[in-house]
């Protein structure tokens, strides 16, 4: 077995007793401390609470086909940015692993999977779903923004075979900008239902006129949504 590639990585500290956490995983092109400034641009303050350890991992940078190949900071390769192509479910898994390396190092600090929420914007929303759907159904929740699953995505097959099985996936939180001119709305919109068909529950947020972009109402809603799935502790 292949050992997980360790990730760079900044994190918004708790200003109280560290009892939860989130990933937020960035979109292609990006890097951790990039989306971190991109959130603190559009809300104040900034996506930071007492009890909440907010980790913002860098992808490695890879070949990217999209990109004719140049390097790029993503966190799995894809043949072009559609709906109607296959996975690469190679890069996607690998990823997988570094990136469940990191919520091993959370559990290992005393926060448990059901205190984890994963999310992340655009690919890092992709990402998050996989993580979420077949590598760790056991979290608290996860979110995606302005991101979109392939149409024969196995993260579908994961769900109704959890579904048929009976046991928990998490709570989905799914926003996507009307406006948006690389990752389709539709695109959002239909992953979502998908998700729901196949047996996970799923909040889809439209925003109007927003582009693929994160903007402030927005995120106050991700706030909003991440305090309910990761209360303090005791309340």
């Not at 590639?5 to 200003?15: D, G, K, S």
């Not at 390097?71 to 996607?92: A, G, T, Y």
Request: hydrophobic share 40%; with cysteine.
């Amino acid at each position: 077995m292949a050992v997980a590639r360790r990730l760079q990585l900044c994190a918004v500290a708790p200003t109280a007793k560290h009892s939860a956490s989130v990933l937020f995983l960035h979109g292609s092109g990006d890097t951790g401390q990039g989306l971190r400034a991109w959130v603190r641009d559009v809300m104040t303050p900034d996506l930071a609470f007492p009890h909440i350890r907010v980790l913002y991992p860098t992808a490695p940078e890879r070949p990217y086909t999209p990109m004719r190949g140049a390097l790029s900071n993503v966190w799995f390769d894809r043949l072009k940015i559609s709906q109607d192509c296959p996975e690469h479910l190679n890069s996607i898994d690998s990823m997988a692993q570094s990136l469940g390396s990191i919520i091993q190092d959370e559990v290992d600090a005393g926060v448990p999977k059901h205190r984890i929420v994963i999310g992340g914007f655009s690919m890092g929303g992709a990402m998050a779903l996989h993580l979420a759907c077949r590598f760790h159904p056991d979290i608290a929740g996860v979110f995606a923004l302005s991101s979109f699953l392939n149409k024969d995505s196995v993260a579908f097959q994961a769900v109704e075979e959890r579904q048929r099985s009976c046991l928990p996936v998490p709570d989905l939180l799914q926003c996507h900008g009307s406006s948006d001119e690389l990752v389709l709305f539709q695109w959002g919109e239909e992953t979502s239902a998908l998700l729901q068909n196949a047996g996970m529950r799923s909040t889809f947020q439209c925003f109007p006129g927003l582009h693929h972009q994160i903007c402030g109402p927005e995120m106050e809603l991700v706030r909003g949504w991440i305090l309910s799935r990761l209360p303090p502790s005791g309340s």
